[in-house]
């Protein structure tokens, strides 16, 4: 691999790199580049020609996939680069054994898309073979005790091949600030990041998240750290200090291996600078790196093998989410709504989960409507995932450009009288009507095409809230997932929409959590009150903007808009979707009780089968024994041919190979006789012997047990056997009439009718008695009627209780989430007072050190007066002597 497809500056030198030569796949593709570069949506912008000489080419995606010869080299690598790279978003690379090719696109889903053709174009049979897939998931959160009054950035090398970089951040004052932020970004404990972010030194913040999948296998992760170069000295010469890391950080695979992230404060290395390097800066030896990260590597079976666990998801995705629900904790909430979206969307059934999963949320809340779409369930998180699937452009396109125009900005929208200066509180407040009249055009005129999934999704959810009379619930639910689960949350964070990749700075942090106050509180219609007194001065924004809000609601949840719309063109790889939900369920199920697992049947033993496939490691669901055989499975019988005409219909049903090879061969003279039944007629002795004929029932005869479970395996039909006598029932049928009878059998007869009217006595008096007993059941069941109506009448009582205490609920649960919310302002305005507390406690100090020299003061002077007088006495006293002398 040459220069230009490696790049990683470790221990290269700080000359110019060497370009690669014109393999065939330049070749094809410059005659098309000048043309591609005017023309594609992707074309480079100034900033990446600089990176480009540095790290590779990058060409428009114009060439067809038929003229990349990839079959040729089996050696052929096709990945993602991040665009921390080259500085461009939904690139992708070509490494070959010769050259090194980076093609741009212009969404994820395209390129995803064109990953997958080319990945085919190499390897056709992809989806029908064993695979291994590596992804590595990081957060970058902050460093400590660095030297300060400097800017810093981490790179993040895979066996010292450079696969993403961090942006470039400046070290702040020791507070922790950061390490509380980071610790919000992450979603972890913050029991580490607080306890390292208190310690002494500079504090340094980047809480950037990498997710690196369709990675090469390798053995070491190693994050180093550099010191940006200085401006001035970029225009005269270049320090070679700046070629190397001032440290570096080594994390081994096995610490993150697994399901879960794993947070560590992590110790720098120094470098080791030679001789002509220069004077360079030392570390501290307490410098440290705040890491998060998981890195799975996931074993893919050939599609056949989740065939069963296809359809069965498939079929049965709903009543499988409500039995799964109540065993899942948030995170395992997120994950399984994750992954199933991924599944069904690569099947074609994602929209109709959606519709099923918002229709039972209706169903579930009934009158709550408050609640819709504001609790962590199975459908909040999934519709959470499938927005960020389906409409990641349409977000691009709504909002990128506002978040980068706000990133580089800077004015302040600070508009809390407590934070900011009285001057500057009107400035702020038309910076802040500026910022949201922006953002709010751009939502409501649909600039960019809206995705046709959420629409079929959203108009769906609004006819069947409107077929139930439930109009306002159907917007409601509409606001709260575009709002509330989407649009809103990317203003707040838009590093974890793809929306940029580094964390806002203070100001930018302060004015996109007011845009978003100030957006959501328009889609939820309601007005700023005295929990915000400062915002008041935006309810006339709100109001002024009710009516437009309302008509996009109703465009997007409209089936027949005409408004223009894109649907999803990615691709989802199907046989790696379905091994990371087998994976997660797995590792749900298997961990429950007993019972709970029998409840799930026929899931814990579908998922069994996909194990048995990976291997003697993979965790197994321990299946109750009889729940496991209630499943029926087609077991061909032996020489089909000659039995059964309906042989090619009958090999379409699931076969199971292995039941065939284990079923015991029993021999015919094994089998018992089977013998007629008292009603049927019997066969005269001098009768003539009729030819049986085939059956054609499949209704199977009597047998006993160890006969039913041995045919189970086996069906075995059996030839009629002459040799064996069936035995005369003891008594003729009475309603056969045989003609050929004479007198004395006839008598015989008679005197058996008459053993019938015994009979018929003796059942006339058992009648009575049955009688009886019924008299006493009626009397039984009419007091257990009594007790079902006073069950009922308390179950009544009951169950208003309950709705009382439901309705508390919600309204406790409201209240919570105010509190939660205000509790979140309160916690700011709390950092903001602990600064304020830092100054004014080192303003005591200096004033208890100015009071002292005070008194140190008053204290000499005090001397010195004491010291005037008595000098002032000595002076009197001669003059009082000389004048008693005269």
């Not at 090719?101 to 994820?108: E, L, T, Y």
């Not at 590597?297 to 995705?317: G, Q, R, S």
């Not at 407040?429 to 953002?439: I, P, Y």
């Not at 205490?805 to 409201?814: D, F, G, I, Q």
């Amino acid at each position: 691999m040459d220069a230009e497809c490696s790049p990683d500056n470790i221990g290269l030198p700080g000359g110019p790199r060497p370009t690669s030569q014109n393999g065939g796949v330049r070749a094809l593709i410059k005659r098309r580049l000048d043309k591609a570069k005017r023309n594609s949506a992707t074309q480079l912008n100034p900033g990446l020609n600089k990176l480009s000489r540095q790290y590779g080419s990058r060409e428009s995606v114009s060439v067809p996939v038929g003229s990349l010869d990839l079959s040729a080299d089996t050696s052929t690598v096709i990945r993602p680069v991040h665009s921390s790279i080259l500085g461009e978003k939904y690139c992708f690379e070509v490494i070959s054994s010769e050259n090194t090719h980076c093609f741009g696109c212009s969404s994820a889903a395209e390129r995803d898309r064109w990953i997958e053709d080319l990945r085919r174009a190499a390897q056709p049979n992809k989806d029908n073979i064993e695979r291994t897939e590596n992804s590595l998931s990081l957060w970058v959160n902050e460093a400590k005790d660095l030297p300060p009054k400097r800017r810093y950035y981490c790179e993040v090398h895979l066996d010292g091949t450079l696969f993403a970089r961090t942006s470039s951040r400046a070290v702040g004052k020791p507070t922790n600030r950061s390490s509380m932020a980071g610790d919000n970004a992450s979603g972890s404990s913050g029991g580490l990041g607080t306890g390292g972010g208190v310690a002494g030194g500079c504090q340094l913040f980047w809480g950037e998240f990498f997710e690196l999948d369709n990675l090469p296998s390798f053995s070491q992760i190693t994050l180093h750290l550099f010191r940006e170069e200085d401006s001035k000295k970029k225009r005269h010469s270049r320090d070679e200090s700046s070629l190397h890391p001032l440290g570096s950080v080594t994390i081994p695979l096995a610490d993150i291996q697994g399901r879960t992230y794993q947070e560590k404060w992590y110790p720098i290395t120094s470098f080791k600078a030679s001789a002509s390097a220069g004077n360079k800066e030392v570390l501290c030896p307490q410098a440290s790196l705040r890491i998060r990260a998981r890195f799975q590597n996931l074993k893919v079976l050939p599609m056949e093998k989740y065939k069963e666990f296809a359809e069965y998801v498939t079929v049965n995705y709903l009543e499988m989410c409500g039995n799964l629900e109540p065993l899942l904790n948030v995170k395992e909430k997120e994950e399984l709504a994750g992954a199933l979206v991924h599944v069904l969307q690569s099947i074609g059934k994602a929209k109709e989960f959606l519709i099923d999963l918002g229709a039972a949320e209706v169903d579930r809340l009934g009158e709550k409507e408050a609640l819709i779409f504001r609790e962590n369930t199975l459908a909040t998180k999934a519709i959470d995932e499938y927005m960020k699937l389906v409409g990641q452009k349409y977000l691009i396109d709504t909002l990128g450009d506002f978040i980068h125009r706000l990133y580089a900005s800077v004015e302040n929208s600070e508009v809390d009288p407590l934070k900011c200066p009285g001057s500057e509180l009107s400035s702020n407040q038309q910076h802040l009507r500026e910022t949201c009249e922006d953002v709010v055009q751009k939502i409501i005129e649909i600039h960019g095409p809206f995705p046709e999934e959420l629409n079929k999704i959203f108009s769906n959810w609004m006819e069947l809230c409107e077929d139930q009379g439930k109009a306002e619930i159907g917007q409601r639910l509409i606001s709260a997932s575009l709002f509330l689960r989407f649009l809103c949350p990317a203003i707040l964070s838009p590093s974890l929409f793809g929306l940029t990749q580094s964390y806002p700075e203070p100001n930018t942090l302060r004015t996109l959590t007011l845009t978003a106050k100030v957006i959501q509180n328009l889609a939820n219609f309601t007005l700023f009150g005295e929990k915000e007194e400062y915002m008041l001065f935006m309810n006339e924004f709100l109001q002024q903007h009710w009516d437009g809000m309302r008509c996009f609601l109703q465009t997007v949840s409209n089936q027949d808009t005409e408004i223009p719309m894109t649907s999803f063109d990615g691709y989802v790889d199907l046989p790696l979707r379905l091994a990371v939900l087998h994976g997660l369920l797995v590792d749900i199920i298997y961990k429950k009780e007993q019972d709970t697992i029998d409840k799930l049947h026929p899931l814990p033993s579908i998922l069994n089968q996909i194990s048995e496939s990976l291997g003697p490691e993979a965790p197994r669901i321990i299946v109750n024994s009889h729940t496991e055989h209630s499943k029926p499975m087609y077991v061909p019988p032996k020489d089909l041919k000659k039995y059964s005409p309906l042989q090619s219909s009958l090999q379409r049903l699931p076969v199971d190979s292995k039941a065939i090879r284990d079923r015991p061969r029993r021999s015919m003279r094994e089998r018992k006789p089977v013998a007629r039944t008292q009603s049927a007629p019997h066969r005269r002795p001098g009768h003539s012997k009729q030819a049986l004929k085939r059956q054609t029932s499949s209704e199977a005869l009597p047998t006993s047990d160890h006969e039913q479970e041995m045919e189970a395996n086996q069906p075995v039909i059996t030839p009629p056997n002459t040799s064996v006598s069936i035995k005369r029932p003891p008594a003729p049928v009475p309603w056969i009439v045989n003609p050929n009878r004479d007198s004395g059998e006839m008598e015989a007869e008679n005197e058996q009718f008459s053993l019938l009217d015994r009979h018929a006595q003796e059942l006339s008096e058992l009648r009575l008695g049955i009688e009886q007993v019924t008299e006493r059941e009626l009397d039984m069941a009419k007091r257990l009627e009594d007790f079902i109506i006073q069950s009922q009448d308390q179950n009544a009582m009951l169950q208003a209780e309950v709705n009382e205490l439901r309705n508390m609920l919600a309204v406790r649960e409201e209240q919570l989430a105010s509190a939660t919310f205000r509790l979140g302002v309160i916690e700011e305005e709390r950092e903001e007072d602990e600064r304020k507390l830092s100054v004014a406690l080192a303003a005591a100090d200096r004033m208890n050190v100015l009071e002292e020299q005070f008194a140190g003061l008053m204290k000499d002077l005090k001397q010195l007066n004491e010291a005037y007088s008595n000098s002032q006495n000595k002076i009197q006293q001669p003059e009082n002597t000389h004048i008693n002398s005269t």
